[in-house]
């Protein structure tokens, strides 16, 4: 290891939505001087007027700055901010595996949500050093007491090590970056060895092309060096590397153990997708860094322009929008009703509103979207497998030999006292009852596993007005299941569940 590593500490902040991830972020990036007084806004690694206006991270994003910490050393802090919505939990399992260690709020007001479980697990699996911090102490409501009994024993993690701050006020925050210097560790890496390093995000600017962001594994990449890109076999010559600090800084070089970004000519963000592995093209690394896999759009849905003469200004809005957004799939389509518009496959319910909402205001159009569905599996009788992600494609019950539908493992965190209400929601909702979890006296944790359909289809609008919105969802694909056989095609009773579940 070299001596500039042992001062790199590469950390991401992990919450649960609305616990302070962003407020947080904005004063470490104040105590690091990336911000001043002139500079300084709130939630400023959110760039979108979306994310800003609803206070939410879509986009992971990073900044770098340099702390100098009690121990007189100088240490190089890379940020890695990320989504804290279930919808992009992609985008969090590929920042999180840039990092050696992770900040995990919970808000003292609210306790452990079931986000801030679901991410714990995520940095669990990553093998990454958790430092727990309890936010919003400042409120009247705040029990700290209480969250470290929940951070012991639904955390199952160490109380002691938990900070109290307030990031809103800026109570307590250096004491954070100090933790983090003692207790996070510096990034490991041959600084010798063929380059290796990770694509965990990349976006599409008008003048520069694809910007892609690394952290950088082992070796290192300069201006002019020809890039491979492992899982597409392209290469291109490398313009410029450097990071960011709230803009773009160029820099000689990025070695070992630093995270920045490359910018190599590159026209389109499929060509630099989240999660592949950059080398060098003549003298490429004998392994890709693992876990590398597509993002699979779960909930697809018809997008149509109002005034039919839009199309085709739809049709430049979308391919423009993808872009800036890998995970987005679509193909044309045409309606009876609705003229000619694109099926189009998303990440989530959550992802379809912001993917509509961004075309209407970046392209100024009128859009209609029709009720979301999900993909199946069709198994005909006559042998035939098809997949069918459009209502209107799908076939005569009397050639179905068997469907399979796309379940979710769904995690829900509740007061005990709304446990039977849940329980009738998931019932209602076809849902397996797989475990039941006391976090506390009073907080339960529900895991079922839920068809798609179903949880796509008014489950977490219940879900709030069931438990006057005390309750909070998290939840993950679990593949597909066989469904039902229509071997009787006057069995229309369970063919309804499917299409009032899916939207049809």
Excluded: W
């Excluded at 895991?447 to 998290?474: N, Q, V």
Aim: charged share 25%; with cysteine.
């Amino acid at each position: 290891m070299s001596d500039k590593q042992k001062y790199i500490r590469n950390f991401s902040i992990i919450a649960h939505i609305d616990h302070g991830k962003s407020t947080l972020a904005d004063r470490l990036l104040e105590i690091g001087q990336v911000t001043n007084d002139r500079t300084k806004k709130d939630q400023i690694l959110d760039s979108m007027d979306i994310e800003r206006e609803r206070g939410i991270t879509i986009k992971a994003n990073n900044a770098t700055f340099d702390y100098l910490a009690d121990d007189g050393n100088t240490y190089i802090m890379n940020l890695l901010d990320t989504p804290g919505h279930v919808d992009f939990t992609y985008e969090v399992s590929r920042s999180l595996k840039a990092c050696e260690g992770v900040l995990l709020i919970v808000d003292a007001s609210q306790g452990v949500e079931a986000q801030t479980l679901a991410n714990l697990y995520l940095a669990m699996e990553q093998d990454l050093e958790i430092l727990p911090v309890m936010n919003k102490v400042d409120l009247p409501a705040a029990d700290v007491e209480k969250t470290k009994v929940q951070i012991e024993e639904s955390l199952g993690l160490d109380s002691d090590k938990a900070v109290a701050i307030s990031a809103k006020t800026g109570l307590n925050v250096k004491e954070v970056l100090e933790q983090i210097t003692k207790q996070i560790p510096a990034p490991k890496g041959d600084s010798n060895a063929p380059l290796k390093a990770l694509v965990y995000d990349s976006y599409f600017d008008p003048y520069m092309g694809v910007v892609i962001k690394i952290r950088v594994f082992d070796g290192k990449i300069k201006k002019g060096d020809r890039i491979l890109m492992m899982s597409t076999g392209k290469d291109f010559t490398v313009n410029e590397v450097g990071i960011n600090r709230i803009t773009l800084t160029p820099k000689e070089s990025l070695e070992t153990g630093e995270v920045g970004y490359i910018i190599a000519g590159i026209k389109k963000v499929s060509d630099a997708k989240t999660g592949d592995t950059v080398t060098l093209f003549s003298n490429p690394t004998k392994e890709s860094i693992p876990g590398y896999k597509e993002a699979k759009p779960m909930v697809f849905s018809g997008l149509y322009p109002i005034n039919g003469e839009q199309f085709d200004e739809l049709v430049d809005a979308i391919e423009k929008l993808k872009l800036n957004d890998a995970a987005l799939v679509f193909e044309k389509e045409s309606s009876v009703a609705l003229g000619f518009g694109f099926r189009v496959g998303y990440l989530g319910l959550l992802h379809m509103e912001i993917v509509q909402e961004r075309l209407e205001r970046e392209f100024n159009l009128d859009l209609i979207t029709t009720a979301p569905s999900v993909k199946y599996i069709i198994r005909s009788k006559d042998g035939m497998v098809e997949e069918i992600d459009n209502p209107s494609r799908f076939p005569e019950p009397i050639t179905i030999e068997s469907t399979e539908e796309p379940y979710v493992k769904a995690t829900v965190i509740t007061p005990n006292e709304y446990v039977g209400n849940i329980m009738a929601l998931a019932m209602d909702k076809r849902g397996i009852q797989l475990d039941t979890v006391y976090l506390t006296q009073d907080k339960v944790q529900l895991t079922y596993e839920i068809p798609l359909a179903e949880l796509i289809f008014e489950f977490y609008d219940k879900l709030k007005s069931f438990t006057r919105g005390y309750a909070s969802l998290d939840y993950e694909p679990s593949g597909y299941k066989a469904d039902i056989k229509l071997v009787n095609p006057a069995n229309k009773r369970k063919f309804n569940i499917i299409v009032v579940g899916s939207g049809l």
